[in-house]
């Protein structure tokens, strides 16, 4: 059984920042890419940013550029996500996800790649 599970989300205000976690169990975590999303109320989901099964390589969404740090702690089994100068649109329910195939080059944007989700944690910004 395999589980995600996230933490860090919250309220914070235009210009703060935030670190989200995620510790993964039941599987080799080292051996997959890891991603977040995000997900506005009556949006669909979005890719925020990835990390490849190294650590070496990672991929942001144009709008987070700048701003979002992904990394990962293969030895705590924990992928992060640490965001500055948060904005009012960055308000969504943020997913970690694990890519379903091992050890590859470049992780995928594209959400049906993940098959493994975190339950979401809340992330407001207000104004």
């Known amino acids: 059984q395999v589980q995600l599970v996230e933490s860090g989300g919250g309220l914070v205000q235009d210009g703060g920042s935030l670190r989200l976690s995620c510790e993964a169990f039941g599987r080799t975590f080292r051996s997959y890419a890891m991603g977040w999303f995000r997900q506005a109320p009556g949006k669909e989901r979005k890719f925020v940013a990835a990390?490849?099964?190294?650590?070496?390589?990672?991929y942001y969404t144009d709008s987070v550029k700048g701003r979002f740090t992904i990394s990962r702690d293969n030895a705590k089994n924990t992928v992060y996500l640490q965001m500055n100068s948060l904005k009012p649109e960055d308000t969504a329910v943020y997913y970690c996800?694990?890519?379903?195939?091992?050890?590859?080059?470049?992780?995928?944007?594209?959400?049906?790649?993940?098959?493994?989700w975190g339950q979401g944690t809340q992330v407001t910004v207000s104004s």
């Open positions: 996800a694990s890519e379903k195939a091992p050890l590859t080059a470049t992780p995928s944007r594209r959400a049906y790649e993940y098959d493994y």
């Open positions: 990390v490849n099964w190294s650590g070496r390589s990672t």
